[in-house]
T-cell receptor
Framework: DVKVTQSSRYLVKRTGEKVFLECVQD?????MFWYRQDPGLGLRLIYFSYDVKMKEKGDIPEGYSVSREKKERFSLILESASTNQTSMYLC???????????????FGDGTRLSIL | AQKVTQAQTEISVVEKEDVTLDCVYE???????LFWYKQPPSGELVFLIRRNSFDEQNEISGRYSWNFQKSTSSFNFTITASQVVDSAVYFC???????????????FGGGTRVLVKP
């Protein structure tokens, strides 16, 4: 089974702090994603990466950056945390190959981040 | 732009009742994929089904069934004889067709929370 592991289930940080959320997958997937989940809005894509050191902006990249130095690890960075970034953050990974759009994404358990 | 609408925000049923979750999508692509995911209280999204735009056959998997109608841009999900363990948030998602090397972006609906009472 694919395992996507997020470093923390719960995290509390202060406004202005630099925050790192880590995600590791163990199935050699090329693609990795970061979403945030807010009530009524579903999941919204922040950034994704389709290869090491490659990244693309999703729908709501403002205030975030990412890093992918190794294939199995994808980090989300909040450069200067703000209260409106309080949310559930979900990491996912998927295979690339064939028609890339048909590969299901596999998700981690999520990190509930609170910015005070 | 792609869009997925799940009009029902919450559905409450009594165990053994059937429940149908609606999903309507918008896309300009002629080739696309649709997905359903389940998110139990533990938080992890679990992949349930994938359907491509050329395959309009309905699918049944145990107590789950899916009805894909391209003419109405809908991909509805029915749970038959619901059980308490079906209580979760269910998401419908649409995949954007991209070049092979660039991964698959998913557009999610807002989710429908299903509460099955004993």
């Amino acid at each position: 089974d694919v395992k996507v592991t997020q470093s923390s289930r719960y995290l509390v940080k202060r406004t202005g702090e630099k925050v790192f959320l880590e995600c590791v997958q163990d199935m050699d997937h090329e693609n990795m994603f970061w979403y945030r989940q807010d009530p009524g809005l579903g999941l919204r894509l922040i950034y994704f990466s389709y290869d090491v050191k490659m990244k693309e902006k999703g729908d709501i990249p403002e205030g975030y950056s990412v890093s992918r130095e190794k294939k199995e690890r994808f980090s989300l960075i909040l450069e200067s945390a703000s209260t409106n970034q309080t949310s559930m953050y979900l990491c996912a990974s998927s295979l690339s190959g064939g028609t890339a759009s048909n590969q299901p994404q596999h998700f981690g358990d999520g990190t509930r981040l609170s910015i005070l | 732009a792609q869009k997925v609408t799940q009009a029902q925000t919450e559905i409450s049923v009594v165990e053994k009742e059937d429940v149908t979750l609606d999903c309507v999508y918008e896309t300009r692509d002629t080739t696309y994929y649709l997905f359903w995911y389940k998110q139990p209280p533990s938080g992890e999204l679990v992949f349930l089904i994938r359907r491509n735009s050329f395959d309009e056959q309905n699918e049944i998997s145990g107590r789950y069934s899916w009805n894909f109608q391209k003419s109405t841009s809908s991909f509805n999900f029915t749970i038959t004889a619901s059980q308490v363990v079906d209580s979760a948030v269910y998401f419908c998602a649409l995949s954007e067709l991209r070049r092979k090397a660039a991964g698959n972006k998913l557009t999610f609906g807002g989710g429908t929370r299903v509460l099955v009472k004993p």
